[in-house]
């Protein structure tokens, strides 16, 4: 079974691949920010077509979102990035964000829940398991938080993030839809669901 470790509070060994790369899973520094943004921007905005001139101000704006975030943290929020340490430049792969957020009408009941966004990972080094490291380790820090459930939102039409969801034991918790959805022909959002048990690593 593959395993991460999640600098400082984890001293697992580091993973080798199938393809000999090596991945380190740490807490992000104002360092990475250059690499987050562009992985997102890739993962989520098109560099070409009619939008692709938009693409450096999506970056840029990504870029200042977690500059704030990172330089004013809440108590519950962590960005973890994974690293390829087999490269000389320590080569940021893959990202993703854990906080804490309060009641509303997905979950429907009076409490904070930890919510996992903005997992995203280098087109090279996808299905490498950077991803699933990242969210082995998102649940190994809601659990160090005192968590034993956690949530993420994954579009409908994203078969391959169902799957690897699925895959990790997630389940469907509530189909999002309204009006904006139907007459602009979007995905709907899925909203997913994983208790973790106390002995839970996949």
Excluded at 104 to 110: L, M, R, T
Aim: aromatic letters at 12%; charged letters at 15%.
């Amino acid at each position: 079974m593959t395993s991460w470790f999640f600098d400082p509070h984890y001293q697992e060994p580091v993973v080798t691949d199938s393809a000999h790369h090596q991945f380190q899973i740490r807490a992000a520094t104002s360092a990475d920010l250059t690499g987050i943004a562009q992985i997102i921007a890739e993962s989520f905005h098109s560099q070409h077509g009619l939008w692709g001139w938009a693409f450096p101000l999506l970056r840029l704006g990504i870029y200042e979102d977690f500059r704030h975030r990172l330089s004013s943290p809440a108590p519950h929020h962590v960005c973890l990035v994974a690293v390829d340490t087999n490269s000389t430049a320590n080569n940021l792969v893959g990202t993703v964000e854990l906080g804490v957020r309060f009641a509303d009408s997905w979950i429907q009941v009076g409490r904070s829940f930890p919510y996992l966004s903005n997992l995203a990972v280098h087109p090279k080094y996808r299905r490498h398991g950077v991803a699933s490291g990242l969210l082995i380790s998102c649940q190994q820090v809601s659990q160090e938080w005192g968590f034993q459930d956690l949530y993420l939102h994954v579009l409908e039409n994203n078969y391959q993030a169902r799957q690897l969801y699925l895959k990790l034991g997630y389940r469907v918790h509530q189909v999002e839809s309204n009006w904006n959805t139907f007459l602009l022909g979007r995905s709907r959002q899925i909203l997913l669901h994983k208790h973790l048990r106390a002995d839970s690593t996949t």
